[in-house]
């Protein structure tokens, strides 16, 4: 029987549960762990990965692990981030370091990584962890990366586009790219190319997200969204609305409200979507975020007949789901 986008989702949460975090001791070490994951979410990385398992020939019941371990590590990364960012809340909770404090976020985030990486190998065959662990630490090393641009980015009001891709598609296409190509070792993928096109994919399906994201924090419902609509405005944070304007006939004024402190809250955000709106920012992000998700589509069009069909077309539709999303 077909499994849907619901189906993956409960099997990536039973292998979560399964983890029984909540009776791991230290207590200490443990609970901020298992706080950070019933903090919701869409387990988008896991789906894919057991997506792409069963999408492949393989079984995704036998991969939970594997489930639970890209899910640990995305997790991973949300907490160090919001240590970084020094973040109050996360889909509408305190944050770990809030709650707890910061030596106990940094120690249990440090733990999710030990424990991502132990259960990305956990049932698999030595050459089948060999390869997985390669896959798996070249991805982590291009969130890193990303990571690290988008810091290097907070500082500068001349960064390009072209920039703002690159460091999005190391920061956010990179894992669910690794998480198609993961599924596809666990499943046993035998062409070495399907395995390349759906890490493709799964590289325009992260960009697409952000990209989405981008918008949705301008101009989305704030009581969908989950979070306040304009923080990222307010915070002077990189986006592709932000970069694309500073490129246009626009860029100087935005300039001057990024680096005055006359405008604030309410009357900054309208400011600045005044900016997007004059330019046609909105529109054009629209435009070519439909044309990256038909590049997904447009890669899996290309293995269609060395993947299940039922598999061909629930990936297309995660795709096809981004451009409408609202939160």
Known sequence: MARGISDYKKLADKAIGELKLQRGTPRGLFEPIAYMLDGGGKRLRPVLLLACCDAVG??????????AGIEMYHNFTLLHDDVMDRSPLRHGKPTVHSKWDVATAILSGDAMLTMATQLMVEGLSDSEAAETLKVFNDTAMLVYKGQQLDMDFESRTDVTPDE??????????????GACLLGAIAGGVRNAETGRVLYKY??????????????????????????????DILNDKKTWLQVNALQSRSGNELKKIIAGK???????????????EREGIKEKLTMMLEGIVAGAVASLDSVKGEIKEESYVLLRSIAEKLTGRVK
């Open 58 to 67: 393989g079984d995704a019941k036998m991969r939970l692990p594997q489930a």
């Open 164 to 177: 703002y891709l690159e460091m999005i598609s190391m920061k956010t296409g990179a894992l669910l790219a």
């Open 202 to 231: 799964g590289m325009k399906l992260g960009v697409a997200f952000q990209i989405q994201d981008d918008l949705l924090d301008t101009y989305g419902d704030e009581k969908v969204f989950g979070k306040p609509i304009g923080g």
């Open 262 to 276: 006359e405008l604030q809250g309410e009357a900054k955000i309208a400011a600045v979507k005044g900016i997007y």
